[in-house]
């Protein structure tokens, strides 16, 4: 491509190889800022040596050193790295100091915030944790219990506690989430047990917040519907509390979820409503300078708005970077601008490579960018109307696209309206974020007419309204899809060389495009043939009991429970299932040549012939723990999580004693039987 910047770019695949080495291997600080100090003396050496001479292997020195810059700032960045990290320390219950840094969206059960510890029985510490504070059982104690904001200084008696991992094969690992956001430990507490020492603003955290809630106030005496107020809080302020979990589930059936987290679609538009707005300045040189000065202000004065969050923070540092390159005048000017917004962000937190938000982010506007203008070449409509449709058509499209790999292998599900409902939402919601920019304005200063609140409030009705309606197309709406990471990777492939292909209609271009659908059609061929070896897994359900049997594509499901649907659904989206059995548990199973004997409330296990590798309890059977293992003293005994703990507590002392392994699905999760 004329004009794009490929150093830059290599040098970022690069810093983002070097992230992911040290992701999955362990490099220690010293060794890694030596060899990297090693790598650039060697690349500057090259740089002066043969800098008039174009060659890969003349690069490499530099390459090098980039890879390893990413595993160096990838160490830097690890919070758990620091010596004062709370983690690194052995604290049991005390006088922990916390400071407010987000405030969560809360359940019914409790609130729940972003804290960074302080202090830990007056030992300064550093570090981030959830704090959740349950909530108040009676009304009258909800009404008067303490609301905490941004940079408000806490004090508690407590323990941090580690952030559970998931008991059962592909559920949700919410530890690993907490983890790339850097959240290490958790606090559970109540109101009563909590001391405010300051609620002073420190930082521009504070300030944003207290602007959010400040215009938040100003907008709520407009007494706005329940369903529109809790969208509108969402688009303009980035706070989704006043959410209903009806509205929230129809956007993400109608495909359109991402149009409720403030990220880099609304930055994204709001970058291009200001450039619009600004437009009349002129192309001169000093004007396009303040153009581009007045749009950076402008998404950064949104960024604070929406409260500094750090998908709001990712979103407007990128969008900066682009600005520059469009104002730049020179083609690839924004790939450039992305290219490098990407480097510098990644430099400053390598975490954000795991980060969903900022892939899809990064996928949609790279499409937009390399694939929208040769999309709407391929239709050059003479009518004004007809040309400004398309063009949106193209930008949307290409969007989409872009993110439609990231988007199966992340949530699984799939809408058939999901282009439609884009193509269609998006513009529009340019419209609805513009209007409700200038109302919000107008309502800060305490000079908005209620007849401009109240089209705003008919406006969003109407988005509201068609959102629901293309969620009730339900029968459009696949759920529960397997998508690999072959998969994943492959279909990027597709996609990328139907682009080339798009972009120059040449042989060789059409050649790969046709070998990488080859690629996909055999690799979707070869897993299926290919099945993995069956075993029988033993989940831990709290009070039930269910086991899980995989074998060439057939997932059997042992269960005495109705609700084994979400089961069912997360073994759909991680294992080729194409028959599923459910069946009532049994009492005695043989899996590749292993026996399992299964002993439920009846305390019956007295079976002819049978010589059992394993025992599951269940159903908290009353026996006589050391006569079953006098009758069975081979075993390895299992406990799920349908047996009280106190038998649980029993069974495992016994079996410590007589030397038998014991496994506990509380403690253990779910156990493999091979």
């Known amino acids: 491509m004329k004009g794009f910047n490929h150093p830059i770019f290599n040098l970022l695949c690069c810093l983002v190889a070097g992230i992911v080495l040290q992701k999955w291997l362990t490099f220690s600080v010293p060794k890694t800022a030596l060899f990297t100090l090693i790598l650039a003396i060697f690349a500057l050496i090259f740089h002066l040596l043969f800098r008039k001479r174009k060659n890969f292997w003349l690069s490499l020195p530099l390459y090098a050193c980039f890879v390893s810059i990413g595993i160096l700032t990838t160490i830097v960045n690890d ?61 009258e104690l909800q009404r008067h219990s303490k609301r905490f904001e941004v940079d408000n200084v806490l004090a508690l008696q407590s323990t941090i506690k580690t952030i559970p991992k998931p008991r059962n094969p592909y559920q949700f690992d919410y530890a690993g989430y907490m983890s790339n956001l850097g959240i290490h430990g958790q606090i559970y507490t109540h109101n009563k047990e909590i001391f405010i020492l300051s609620q002073n603003i420190s930082s521009a955290y504070g300030f944003a917040a207290r602007l959010r809630n400040f215009l938040q106030q100003r907008l709520i005496k407009y007494d706005f519907a329940p369903r529109e107020w809790g969208v509108i809080n969402a688009l303009l302020l980035g706070q989704r509390q ?98 490098a917004s990407g480097f510098f962000l990644l430099l400053i937190d390598s975490s954000l490579l795991f980060q969903v938000g900022f892939q899809l982010s990064y996928a949609a506007v790279f499409f937009i960018l390399w694939l929208q203008p040769s999309i709407y070449a391929l239709w050059k409509p003479k009518n004004r109307i ?30 058939s309206l999901f282009f439609i409902s884009n193509i269609l939402v998006i513009p529009f919601l340019g419209i609805v974020l513009g209007v409700g920019i200038f109302n919000l304005i107008l309502a800060a200063f305490g000079v908005l007419p209620a007849i401009f609140a109240e089209a705003y409030e008919h406006l969003v009705r109407v988005l509201n309204d068609f959102i629901f309606l293309m969620a009730g197309f339900d029968t459009w709406i696949y759920k529960h899809i397997y998508f690999s990471t072959g998969l994943l990777v492959l279909t990027y492939l597709v996609i990328v060389s139907s682009g080339r292909f798009i972009r120059n209609l040449k042989y060789n271009t059409l050649i790969f495009m046709l070998v990488s659908f080859l690629i996909l059609i055999s690799y979707t061929i070869f897993e299926k043939i290919n099945k993995k070896k069956g075993h029988i897994t033993v989940l831990h359900q709290y009070k039930e009991s269910t086991l899980i049997e995989e074998h060439s594509g057939t997932l059997r499901l042992f269960s005495d429970s109705e609700s084994d649907a979400k089961i069912i659904g997360l073994y759909q989206e991680n294992t080729r299932v194409e028959q599923i059995q459910k069946k009532n548990i049994g ?51 299992i406990a799920d999580g349908s047996n009280y703990k106190s038998y649980i507590e029993r069974w495992e002392t016994t079996c410590a004693k007589e030397k038998i392994p014991f496994h506990s699905t509380y403690e253990k999760g779910a156990f493999i039987v091979k």
Request: hydrophobic share 45%; aromatic share 10%; charged share 15%.
């Open 79 to 139: 919070p758990l790295q620091e010596e004062t990290h709370f983690r690194n320390h052995v604290h049991e219950r005390g006088l922990i100091s916390l400071s407010i840094q987000e405030v969560l969206k809360p359940t019914n059960y409790a609130r729940r915030y972003v804290a960074g510890v302080n202090q830990i029985n007056a030992q300064n510490t550093t570090g981030k944790v959830l704090l959740t504070i349950a909530r108040d059982s009676t009304t």
């Open 242 to 339: 006043q959410l209903s979990p009806e509205t929230r589930q129809n956007y993400i059936d109608a495909g359109v979820i991402h149009i409720l987290a403030i990220s880099g679609l609304h930055v994204g538009i709001i970058l291009f409503l200001l450039r619009f707005i600004f437009k009349p300045l002129g192309n001169k040189r000093t004007m396009r300078r303040l153009r581009s000065i007045l749009v950076i202000l402008g998404v950064w004065i949104f960024a604070f708005i929406a409260g500094l969050s750090p998908s709001v923070l990712r979103a407007a540092t990128m969008f900066t970077f682009l600005q520059i390159g469009l104002a730049s005048n020179r083609k690839n000017g924004g790939m450039n601008g992305l290219i």
């Open 386 to 415: 007809l040309s400004y449709f398309w063009g949106v058509f193209s930008v949307t499209f290409t969007a989409q696209l872009g993110v439609l790999p990231l988007s199966l292998f992340y949530f699984h599900q799939f809408s």
């Open 587 to 637: 009492n005695y199973y043989i899996h590749n040549n292993k026996e399992v004997l299964i002993i439920d409330s009846l305390g019956i296990y007295a079976i002819e012939g049978a010589k059992p590798d394993y025992i599951l309890l269940r159903q908290s059977p009353k026996i006589n723990l050391n006569r079953l293992l006098k009758k069975y003293p081979d075993v390895e005994l």
